[in-house]
């Protein structure tokens, strides 16, 4: 008990020695708010009056303020007065009223001329040499020439492996086998060959991949319903002598998509023969 009492003195209240209601890890030196603000306020007054009226009085200390003319001795504290802004107005209010007047107020640079172009007017923010159009179609021309450039630099002849011509592929062209005309071809043949494939997957019968070129050069581009020749050059045209796939059991018939069941023909004899079956009267008949 004796060393709890001993322990309550020793923390007692620095300004009005009263005891700190409760003992915590860290010791008070106050026993309440008041006492507190009290302490601080002693830590503040460290000059004497005189003291302070010598300071007050110093011509040192004074300065007019650069808005309202009146002289001053309370200098501004904070960040203005270590930016050596604090002897410049006599209060916050001056200090923002002088900003506001003094502040520059926003312009903005406007541009008149003529498009070198075309002599059009043109206006805007910044220097303009042409207007919207010229400058557009400017910078296509520089990037056409640009790529025509590189395109003749890097330039090299290749032969097509369809019709045997040399040609120099476009810049950029990822086809290098085959000319600009034989990709076209072989894009509408694969068309027909898928269009053919999904006809005979939707009745149901034998699919086989069937390559017309393969059938062609088969029966050596010849019809065998009539026996004539099928030019090879008319291939994709609409002539009667154009050839094309035919199925010698029609698909309506349940004939299979296959190479035993396709032939060469005419465009005019794969129209006549339609979805009918092959007799010994027709043509050759199949061999």
Not at 70 to 75: A, F, I, L, M, T
Not at 94 to 108: F, G, M
Not at 233 to 250: K, Q, S
Not at 259 to 279: G, I, P, Q, V
Request: proline share 5%.
């Amino acid at each position: 008990m004796q060393m709890a009492d001993e322990l309550y003195r020793r923390l007692g209240c620095v300004i009005c020695s009263l005891p700190v209601p409760t003992v915590i890890r860290k010791a008070r030196l106050y026993c309440s708010a008041k006492c507190n603000g009290i302490a601080q306020d002693r830590k503040r007054r460290t000059r004497t009056l005189p003291e302070h009226l010598a300071h007050v009085r110093n011509p040192a200390h004074y300065f007019t303020c650069e808005w309202c003319k009146r002289e001053s001795h309370r200098p501004l504290g904070g960040k203005a007065h270590k930016k050596g802004s604090g002897n410049r107005w006599c209060s916050r209010s001056c200090q923002a009223a002088h900003v506001a007047a003094t502040k520059k107020a926003p312009w903005c640079a406007f541009y008149t001329g003529y498009c070198a172009a075309c002599g059009e007017a043109v206006t805007g923010r910044r220097a303009i040499v042409r207007c919207a159009p010229c400058e557009r179609e400017r910078i296509r021309e520089s990037m056409v020439v640009a790529a025509r450039a590189l395109h003749v630099a890097s330039a090299k002849a290749y032969a097509c492996q369809d019709c045997g011509i040399r040609y120099c592929p476009l810049y950029g062209a990822y086809m290098r086998d085959v000319c600009p005309n034989c990709v076209e071809a072989r894009a509408r043949s694969a068309n027909r060959v898928a269009r053919v494939r999904r006809k005979a997957l939707q009745r149901g019968v034998t699919v086989e991949s069937v390559n017309p070129l393969v059938v062609f050069e088969r029966d050596m581009w010849a019809c065998y319903l009539c026996g004539g020749a099928a030019p090879q050059v008319l291939r994709g045209t609409l002539y009667d002598d154009a050839p094309e796939l035919e199925h010698v059991v029609p698909l309506a018939k349940g004939g299979s998509h296959s190479y035993a069941n396709t032939r060469c023909a005419h465009r005019r004899c794969n129209r006549e023969k339609s979805d009918t079956l092959l007799t010994s009267s027709m043509g050759r008949g199949v061999g």
